[in-house]
């Protein structure tokens, strides 16, 4: 199970607490830590945050955007990208680096991709990956290209788990999962508009899915973190207490067999054509 850092990232949290959640991730066993350029402050607290663990972590992030002086998602922009990332997380090099999520056209383009190869090539970047769901997914695990990619995988979100999931193991790439828990739709006994666990909450009422006494949230990171061809799932929390609950649902390893199929199952009946959310 790797942290997800997005939620560090807003200003609406102090900078003790943002340093204590990591701390507390690393005391827990958790080495993978995923971060973005559009995380707010994400990228420099946990620069601040892992002084002196760099050797006991796995830190990965995003680039593409949000670059003074250069176009979005231009091959300049990603090289200026991977510059700032370096800077605001402290290290000489970053094991991970996403292009996060743009669309296949610009994939198919050539000088972002390029532009992400020369960062690795050079020793900035370790391993040249790709963040996105549906058809730039593919052309991603396809193109030989990359050598890992993140996508949205739960119990609500399987569709990939048997098209690029199970491509990109046969090819060996890595596979981070996102959104393990659907932004834990099951708290809601209503629709909850405006909330981004909505559309969750509609696919697991379709479902009708049955946890089978276990809690759901740890129904959902084990089927996630477990799935064949998922390397790590990503938890975002800005709670020590919900950190903690993910680690012990992660340490119990795999699904029984017979619940993970109950959960397979349960997708494969009410699936209307369900896409990866990114």
């Known amino acids: 199970m790797g942290f997800g850092a997005g939620r ?47 050797g006991r972590v796995v830190l990965s992030t995003k680039v593409g955007y949000g670059i003074p002086g250069h176009e979005d998602w231009s091959g300049p922009c990603v090289t200026a990208g991977v510059d700032a990332a370096l800077a605001r997380l402290a290290t000489d090099v970053i094991d991970v680096v996403h292009l996060h999520s743009c669309p296949v056209d610009v994939l198919r383009r050539g000088d972002v991709v390029e532009a992400l190869g020369a960062a690795v090539r050079a ?28 996508l ?17 193991s046969r090819r060996g790439l890595g596979v981070l999962a996102k959104r393990p828990l659907a932004n834990a739709p099951w708290r809601f006994a209503e629709r909850p508009a405006g909330d981004d666990a909505a559309p969750y909450w509609e696919r697991l009422s379709a479902m009708g899915l049955d946890p089978g006494g276990l809690p759901w949230d740890e129904l959902f990171l084990r089927f996630a973190a477990f799935a064949p061809g998922v390397s790590s799932a990503l938890v975002g929390t ?41």
């Open 8 to 54: 560090i990232g807003g200003d609406d949290l102090a900078d003790a607490e943002a340093d204590a959640l990591v701390r507390r991730a690393l005391d827990l066993g958790v080495t993978l830590f995923d971060s973005a350029r559009s995380y707010g402050r994400s990228e420099e607290r946990l620069g601040r945050a892992l002084r002196g663990q760099r």
């Open 123 to 150: 020793g900035k970047v370790r391993v040249a990956a790709y963040s996105g769901e549906g058809e730039p997914l593919g052309w991603a695990v396809a193109s030989g290209l990359f050598g890992s990619v993140q």
């Open 238 to 278: 800005r709670s020590a207490a919900h950190l903690e609950a993910a680690v012990r649902a992660a340490a119990k390893g795999p699904l029984p067999a017979e619940v993970a199929e109950s959960v397979r199952a349960a997708f494969r009946r009410a699936d209307a054509g369900w896409t990866g959310r990114i």
């Open 152 to 168: 949205s995988v739960n119990a609500c979100d399987q569709r990939a788990l048997w098209t690029e999931v199970a491509e990109a």
